[in-house]
């Protein structure tokens, strides 16, 4: 666990979360030791005539190579759920989610569960505008000397790398976001969407930092949004209207997307011939190109209410005969109310089109607000300004829209401030009756005491992030009745610490029974200062590194007078306890079926020696030959 963590860390490369993609992606170019084969990868790429080049940019950036090795260290952070929140009748059952806690660790824990599952993630990250309070802020654990030899870098850089802590530099802001857009791509689906909100300060580095992280060919647009619509006098040169939102996809996988109709949209369609097939529009059959330049598009057509020929003095048409007599045949052509109009136009359906309109980079604020109306609105819903500068629900309805059309979709926004991102889910899900998924991941930013939230009551942002949500799934409740998940589950990422760390250290496995000192899982008691025992912590974190998520269902199975926890098809041993005879226990239970599992995973710190010995050598050896993996974790 956190020992195990801890030691990895020790070793890590800054390039080591990059191999390990490439292993995975292409091991047949991995010798048994690990070297790559550079010479099997170049005569692949020769024949098939794809040539390797030098030519080229890249993004370079003092902390590069640390923001790297930040990518591949595991967070050492563990998961505390709170179990109060979490019993409450409407987020019992809640597949939303909440995390309190560093963005960088949130996004470390979600791999394990969530990797490729994220349909659409938004983030509105630190502008580093100067003064919206963005510094980086990293203890780095370790000295100038000591980056040396982790990052492979020299002493002036490192010295230089270990100087951002507590600036606000281009430099150190691209330090900050490097390893969280890396680890965010990895959550993201091959079919999913990244919206990142940004303003000048850094819209140009964000975009080459997205070229770099994606690929240049994911890149889909640089949305221009109208956040006011009044100019400020006070601005000296110019006066600032509009944001962006950059738009990345996680690959070529996204072929289209779809921006949902409005009403708007919808009332450029009539229906003044009574076409059965509904509300239509048109447009022009003639072809901007003559009839010299596109030849093949250039022919008879016949007008039939005059039964006269028609053909075009100078263009062409717009398609080919073969699609023209098609047209014909389904009665596509309208030539005017009286049926004389000199060209025809092509009839095109709403009914035709129902799956939206293709989306354009510029969102007017008459369409999805501002940011003085969203401030309103959240200063309504809170009874008071608490958050300054929040997004409109209705820009975030948008976009998800766009990036999770989809009932079962998951989306994500680990910068979650006053929680806009959740809000917006929770409507749009009101709306269509879906049944989207958010995960909010907001750090416990400690609010100044002469802020209006402060004197609310607020002492943290998530604080304001959790009430917000909570009121606005109220209000859509009230509103909408919609049979929705309304509710969310709570959880908080602690690092062990002082006394704790060093007892887990300390604890050595192999010296047997003798020193064996009792209970370890207590330590982890009450780490979020809530009560929460050791246990919970520990079987949440875990579920999450093995692939079943925060929202597990797990059950309790009893052993000769142990409690077994078990998900899926592992069995989690935690608390101390376990005896010969629980181990005798489990492997009839296995034999016969009653417990259908294949792996069990053991809190090292809670067993003694010789029953884990015990437990090993009957798990290898079942009468039924099934086999079983035993798993120790310090």
Same mark, same amino acid.
């Given at each position: 666990?956190?020992?195990?963590?801890?030691?990895?860390?020790?070793?890590?490369?800054?390039?080591?979360?990059?191999?390990?993609?490439?292993?995975?992606?292409?091991?047949?170019?991995?010798?048994?030791?690990?070297?790559?084969?550079?010479?099997?990868?170049? =005569?692949?790429?020769?024949?098939?005539?794809?040539?390797?080049?030098?030519?080229?940019?890249?993004?370079?950036?003092?902390?590069?190579? #640390?923001?790297?090795?930040?990518?591949?260290?595991?967070?050492?952070?563990?998961?505390?759920? !709170?179990?109060?929140?979490?019993?409450?009748?409407?987020?019992?059952?809640?597949?939303?989610?909440?995390?309190?806690?560093?963005?960088?660790?949130?996004?470390?824990?979600?791999?394990?569960?969530?990797?490729?599952?994220?349909?659409?993630?938004?983030?509105?990250?630190?502008?580093?505008?100067?003064?919206?309070?963005?510094?980086?802020?990293?203890?780095?654990?370790?000295?100038?000397?000591?980056?040396?030899?982790?990052?492979?870098?020299?002493?002036?850089?490192?010295?230089?790398?270990?100087?951002?802590?507590?600036?606000?530099?281009?430099?150190?802001?691209?330090?900050?976001?490097?390893?969280?857009?890396?680890?965010?791509?990895?959550?993201?689906?091959?079919?999913?969407?990244?919206?990142?909100?940004?303003?000048?300060?850094?819209?140009?580095?964000?975009?080459?930092?997205? =070229?770099?992280?994606?690929?240049? $060919?994911?890149?889909?647009?640089?949305?221009?949004?109208?956040?006011?619509?009044?100019?400020?006098?006070?601005?000296?040169?110019?006066?600032?209207?509009?944001?962006?939102?950059?738009?990345?996809?996680?690959?070529?996988?996204?072929?289209?997307?779809?921006?949902?109709?409005?009403?708007?949209?919808?009332?450029?369609?009539?229906?003044?011939?009574?076409?059965?097939?509904?509300?239509?529009?048109?447009?022009?059959?003639?072809?901007?190109?003559?009839?010299?330049?596109?030849?093949?598009?250039?022919?008879?057509?016949?007008?039939?209410?005059?039964?006269?020929?028609?053909?075009?003095?100078?263009?062409?048409?717009?398609?080919?005969?073969?699609? #023209?007599?098609?047209?014909?045949?389904?009665?596509?052509?309208?030539? @005017?109310?009286?049926?004389?109009?000199? #060209?025809?136009?092509?009839?095109?359906?709403?009914? =035709?089109?129902?799956?939206?309109?293709?989306?354009?980079?510029?969102?007017?604020?008459?369409?999805? @607000?501002?940011?003085?109306?969203?401030?309103?609105?959240?200063?309504?819903?809170?009874? @008071?300004?608490?958050?300054?500068?929040? +997004?409109?629900? =209705?820009?975030?309805?948008?976009?998800?829209?766009?990036?999770?059309?989809?009932? $079962?979709?998951?989306?994500?926004?680990?910068?979650?401030?006053?929680?806009?991102?959740?809000?917006?889910?929770?409507?749009?899900?009101?709306?269509?009756?879906?049944?989207?998924?958010?995960?909010?991941?907001?750090?416990?930013?400690?609010?100044?005491?002469?802020?209006?939230? #402060?004197?609310?009551?607020?002492?943290?942002?998530?604080?304001?992030?959790?009430?917000?949500?909570?009121?606005?799934?109220?209000?859509? +409740?009230?509103?909408?009745?919609? !049979?929705?998940?309304?509710?969310?589950?709570?959880?908080?990422?602690?690092?062990?610490?002082?006394?704790?760390?060093?007892?887990?250290?300390?604890?050595?496995?192999?010296?047997? !029974?003798?020193?064996?000192?009792?209970?370890?899982?207590?330590?982890?008691?009450?780490?979020? $200062? $809530?009560?929460?025992?050791?246990? !919970?912590?520990?079987?949440?974190?875990?579920?999450?590194?093995?692939?079943?998520?925060?929202?597990?269902?797990?059950?309790?199975?009893?052993?000769? @007078?142990?409690?077994?926890?078990?998900?899926?098809?592992?069995?989690?041993?935690?608390?101390?306890?376990?005896?010969?005879?629980?181990?005798?226990?489990?492997?009839?239970?296995?034999?016969?079926?009653?417990?259908?599992?294949?792996?069990?995973?053991?809190?090292?710190?809670?067993?003694?020696?010789?029953?884990?010995?015990?437990?090993?050598?009957?798990?290898?050896?079942?009468?039924?030959?099934?086999?079983?993996?035993?798993?120790?974790?310090?």
């Amino acid at each position: 666990m956190i020992k195990n963590i801890r030691e990895r860390n020790e070793s890590v490369k800054p390039h080591d979360f990059e191999l390990k993609k490439l292993r995975a992606a292409l091991p047949g170019y991995f010798d048994k030791n690990g070297n790559f084969k550079f010479d099997r990868l170049q =005569d692949t790429l020769q024949g098939n005539d794809v040539n390797p080049t030098k030519e080229g940019y890249e993004l370079k950036f003092l902390g590069k190579s #640390y923001a790297k090795y930040l990518t591949s260290t595991e967070t050492e952070t563990v998961i505390v759920p !709170d179990l109060k929140h979490n019993a409450e009748p409407e987020n019992r059952d809640s597949e939303n989610l909440y995390i309190v806690g560093d963005n960088l660790d949130a996004l470390k824990h979600l791999l394990g569960s969530y990797a490729g599952k994220v349909k659409c993630i938004y983030i509105d990250p630190p502008y580093n505008t100067g003064s919206d309070g963005f510094v980086y802020n990293d203890d780095f654990g370790f000295t100038p000397s000591q980056l040396v030899n982790k990052i492979g870098i020299s002493e002036e850089e490192a010295q230089r790398v270990h100087d951002l802590q507590g600036k606000s530099s281009h430099s150190a802001w691209l330090t900050f976001m490097y390893p969280r857009l890396y680890l965010a791509k990895e959550l993201l689906s091959d079919n999913g969407v990244i919206f990142i909100s940004i303003d000048d300060n850094e819209q140009s580095n964000l975009k080459m930092l997205c =070229d770099e992280i994606f690929g240049e $060919q994911n890149f889909l647009a640089n949305i221009v949004w109208e956040k006011r619509f009044t100019r400020s006098n006070n601005a000296k040169l110019f006066a600032s209207v509009t944001e962006y939102i950059i738009t990345i996809r996680k690959s070529e996988s996204v072929k289209f997307l779809r921006a949902s109709r409005t009403e708007k949209s919808d009332s450029l369609y009539s229906n003044p011939d009574n076409d059965p097939r509904g509300p239509w529009t048109s447009v022009s059959y003639v072809n901007p190109a003559s009839k010299e330049e596109r030849p093949n598009l250039a022919y008879i057509i016949n007008n039939p209410f005059t039964k006269k020929d028609i053909v075009h003095p100078t263009n062409a048409w717009k398609y080919e005969l073969s699609t #023209y007599q098609k047209h014909v045949n389904e009665d596509r052509l309208w030539w @005017g109310t009286d049926g004389r109009n000199t #060209y025809p136009r092509l009839k095109r359906f709403l009914s =035709d089109v129902s799956d939206g309109m293709v989306p354009v980079n510029l969102l007017h604020y008459k369409d999805v @607000g501002t940011t003085d109306k969203a401030s309103s609105n959240l200063n309504t819903l809170m009874e @008071g300004k608490v958050f300054s500068f929040p +997004k409109p629900v =209705d820009l975030l309805r948008t976009l998800l829209n766009i990036g999770a059309p989809e009932s $079962q979709d998951i989306v994500l926004d680990f910068f979650s401030g006053s929680g806009t991102t959740a809000e917006a889910v929770l409507k749009l899900n009101s709306e269509d009756n879906g049944n989207r998924k958010y995960i909010m991941v907001q750090i416990p930013e400690e609010i100044d005491s002469s802020k209006p939230a #402060y004197k609310a009551g607020y002492r943290t942002i998530d604080e304001i992030g959790c009430e917000r949500i909570k009121r606005a799934a109220e209000k859509i +409740k009230s509103e909408t009745n919609a !049979d929705i998940d309304y509710g969310f589950r709570l959880f908080r990422l602690e690092e062990p610490y002082g006394q704790v760390l060093d007892d887990l250290e300390a604890f050595n496995p192999e010296q047997g !029974d003798a020193l064996f000192s009792g209970d370890y899982v207590s330590k982890f008691d009450n780490l979020d $200062q $809530q009560g929460t025992p050791g246990r !919970d912590t520990i079987l949440a974190t875990w579920l999450v590194q093995d692939g079943y998520g925060l929202t597990a269902d797990t059950r309790q199975v009893e052993l000769a @007078g142990y409690s077994l926890d078990v998900c899926g098809d592992s069995a989690y041993i935690i608390e101390p306890g376990l005896t010969s005879d629980d181990v005798k226990s489990m492997v009839t239970m296995i034999e016969n079926g009653s417990l259908n599992i294949s792996r069990v995973v053991v809190f090292g710190y809670s067993i003694e020696f010789s029953v884990m010995h015990e437990l090993k050598k009957n798990l290898s050896v079942l009468k039924s030959g099934k086999s079983m993996t035993v798993i120790e974790r310090f």
